[in-house]
T-cell receptor, first 115, second 112 residues
Framework: EPEVTQTPSHQVTQMGQEVILRCVPI?????FYWYRQILGQKVEFLVS????????KSEIFDDQFSVERPDGSNFTLKIRSTKLEDSAMYFC?????????????FGSGTQLSVL | GNSVTQMEGPVTLSEEAFLTINCTYT??????LFWYVQYPGEGLQLLLK?????DKGSNKGFEATYRKETTSFHLEKGSVQVSDSAVYFC???????????FGKGTMLLVSP
């Protein structure tokens, strides 16, 4: 079965540094997402991306966050100036037609640790 | 707003025991309901879903019934295996939207 691939699996960074989390969604998918899970808390929605633009974002997704799909295959999440509270597992997901309940495919996550 | 509440884990069972993981939700309208599973080192995978009241989703011996009157979607399996050890996430999605709202996840540990 096709997979969503995320790199790196672990990222350690200093507070205030920029990080880019990378994802390769499944090739024919149209909907792309970032979710995150802070240890012990719920999986939280960050942003959805469709038709080359952000379609929805949560309150968490402030000006420090941005997403790009630069070359039609990669889907990146950038955090401009990391904070301690950004430490979490970040999941990328993609789907073909999610509003009609076609399933989402998730990557295995990037564990971000901000020191 | 929408929210999902799952029972706290870990749930520890012996092989062949009966499993229930409770999930209740709060949502406007009639959301679709999902169970996702995350095996160690892997991404979340859709386990089963139900899109309307009284629907039963099932897969790999797991079942969950959409109960509108109790706003619940409890996951059950009659006889768990060691290979079922994973984290299980309950989630909802409003019809026509693409965003999932997840619970915290419940870790299941099955011993031989």
């Amino acid at each position: 079965e096709p997979e969503v691939t995320q790199t790196p699996s672990h990222q350690v960074t200093q507070m205030g540094q920029e990080v880019i989390l990378r994802c390769v969604p499944i090739s024919n998918h149209l909907y792309f997402y970032w979710y995150r899970q802070i240890l012990g808390q719920k999986v939280e929605f960050l942003v959805s991306f469709y038709n080359n633009e952000i379609s929805e974002k949560s309150e968490i997704f402030d000006d420090q966050f941005s997403v790009e799909r630069p070359d039609g295959s990669n889907f990146t999440l950038k955090i401009r100036s990391t904070k301690l509270e950004d430490s979490a597992m970040y999941f990328c997901a993609s789907g073909l037609d999610v509003p009609t309940n076609e399933k989402l495919f998730f990557g295995s996550g990037t564990q971000l640790s901000v020191l | 707003g929408n929210s999902v509440t799952q029972m706290e884990g870990p749930v520890t069972l012996s092989e062949e025991a009966f499993l229930t993981i409770n999930c209740t939700y709060t949502a406007t309208g009639y959301p679709s309901l999902f169970w996702y599973v995350q095996y160690p080192g892997e991404g979340l995978q859709l386990l089963l879903k139900a899109t309307k009241a009284d629907d039963k989703g099932s897969n790999k011996g797991f079942e969950a019934t959409y109960r509108k009157e109790t706003t619940s979607f409890h996951l059950e399996k009659g006889s768990v295996q060691v290979s079922d050890s994973a984290v299980y996430f309950c989630a909802l999605k409003k019809v026509g939207y693409s965003t999932l709202t997840f619970g915290k996840g419940t870790m299941l540990l099955v011993s031989p």
